[in-house]
């Protein structure tokens, strides 16, 4: 989140300034199998977010320390492109944010990933973002997930997120890049198909019962994600698209 | 210094003059930094900050950040200059729940922060117009989940035994960051107790910020 600017308007009547509801999402197209190498692909479309991740593995681990004996060590790379967003060319490479980022999209897919099947390997997630508009975490970890399942990889849950937040004290979903910079407050969740949370970060400013609200809308539209996953590899394999990456 | 259990975590700041960002040229800028010493833990190495430490004081930058409890505006020098306000966590001893220490040690270092005198541009060293005004205090509690228990302020054999953990900063009314970790998962209303839990919590801190 960047920082509150009262001057500048993010409802205007009622609705918010791309033309959505409270709690509507932006549109979101997910494509498996894009990438030739990988074990497992996904490119996501969320938005203006635009995001390819390809899974390696199981492999061995190295560095060798990392190993663990009684289970899979998952590494996610979550990394932004140089012309991925609208400020000033950046610089390439891990900074704080996107290692921050990294680790805990590792967490989180560490609990839905059946780890223990795999003891002493490692599993590699390698997501990407192109294009970067506002909710790149949740897009990523969409991506990460679906490419998992396009791998095969075995799976306890599946799990998708949205965020939350506060545009013009009016409480919404899946912010966009001007909600994100002048809003009040973003809440990333994501949640396995039990309902429980397994990511979840918050800045910004909330009060207990916003939070309490947020956290009953944003769980049901993330089912409504996982239906998205669940189509997206049923057409890879009903054989209804050509998958392979495309950006438009 | 604040010190919760056998954690212990140095506070320190210091102001100094430097260009605003390109997008908000007449707000000051605060950067915060998280040095987990090598001394402090058998488990910490010396080297460029790794994971644990830029969690670490990416999330006490955002309780503080979030709350709006300095004002940026006021750190704006002349057009083109700034003042940075740079937080620097130094853990000297480590038994777990860094997040807490590490937001008290924080709070406590801004409380008795002094601004520098500023002259034609200049800052002057070691001479003071008085503190550096605060607009409430951001607290944090740390909570992990073993099996079927939650228990606040882990230390570190709790931390180590952690499915998962769960980070609450409040400040006055609002919540204003929050930080999951850990592989196991929270249910939602083990989410919503944890934060009446963490505005409870708030005050025991508060009487240690002096």
């Known amino acids: ?248 | 210094m604040a010190q919760i259990g056998n954690t212990k975590v140095l506070a320190g700041v210091k102001l100094s003059m430097m260009e605003p960002f390109a997008d908000e040229p007449n707000k000051g800028v605060l950067i915060m930094g998280a040095e987990l010493l090598p001394m402090a833990s058998p488990t910490f190495e010396p080297g460029p900050p790794d994971e644990r430490s830029i969690e670490f004081s990416r999330v006490v930058d955002r309780g503080i950040r979030s709350s709006e409890i300095i004002n940026m505006e006021s750190l704006f020098v002349e057009e083109g200059k700034v003042l940075g306000l740079f937080i620097d966590l130094y853990v000297l001893d480590y038994g777990g729940n860094l997040f807490d220490t590490g937001t008290l040690a924080a709070m406590s270092a801004l409380k008795n922060t002094r601004m520098p005198k500023i002259e034609s541009g200049e800052l002057i060293r070691g001479e003071y117009t008085g503190n550096l005004p605060l607009g409430g205090y951001p607290l944090s509690s740390t909570f992990v989940k073993i099996g079927n228990f939650t228990m606040l302020d882990p230390e570190i054999h709790e931390e180590s035994a952690a499915d998962a953990r769960l980070t609450i900063c409040t400040c006055e009314e609002n919540i204003v960051a929050m930080q999951k970790g850990g592989v196991g998962a929270f249910k939602k209303e083990e989410v919503l107790n944890l934060i009446n839990v963490s505005f409870e919590k708030r005050d025991i801190l508060m009487k240690h910020i002096r």
């Open chain 1, 1 to 248: 989140m960047g920082s509150h600017n009262p001057n500048i308007k993010l409802i205007v009547d009622g609705k918010r300034l791309d033309g959505r509801a409270f709690d509507q999402l932006r549109n979101i197209s997910i494509n498996v199998g894009v990438l030739e190498n990988a074990v497992g692909s996904a490119q996501v479309i969320w938005g203006d977010n635009k995001v390819v991740a390809g899974v390696y593995g199981p492999r061995d681990v190295f560095p060798k320390y990392q190993q663990k004996p009684d289970k899979a060590f998952i590494r996610t790379i979550y990394s932004m492109a140089t012309f991925a967003s609208i400020e000033e060319h950046s610089r390439s490479g891990p900074n704080k944010r996107s290692q921050e980022i990294s680790f805990v999209l590792s967490e989180a897919f560490e609990n839905v990933l059946m780890v223990e099947k795999f003891p002493g390997k490692m599993i590699d997630l390698h997501i990407t973002v192109l294009q970067a508009a506002a909710g790149t975490r949740l897009a990523a970890f969409l991506a990460g997930m679906a490419a998992l399942i396009d791998g095969g990889f075995p799976l306890n849950e599946i799990a998708a997120g949205v965020s939350a937040g506060k545009a013009d004290g009016a409480l919404v979903l899946d912010l966009d890049k001007a909600e994100d910079n002048f809003g009040q407050s973003d809440l990333p969740i994501v949640y396995n198909s039990s309902g429980e949370i397994i990511l979840l970060q918050m800045d910004g400013k909330m009060t207990r019962d916003e939070l309490t609200e947020s956290i009953e809308l944003t769980s049901a539209k993330s089912k409504d994600i996982m239906d998205l996953i669940r189509k997206a590899v049923e057409r890879k394999y009903a054989g209804e698209v050509k998958t392979e990456l495309n950006f438009r």
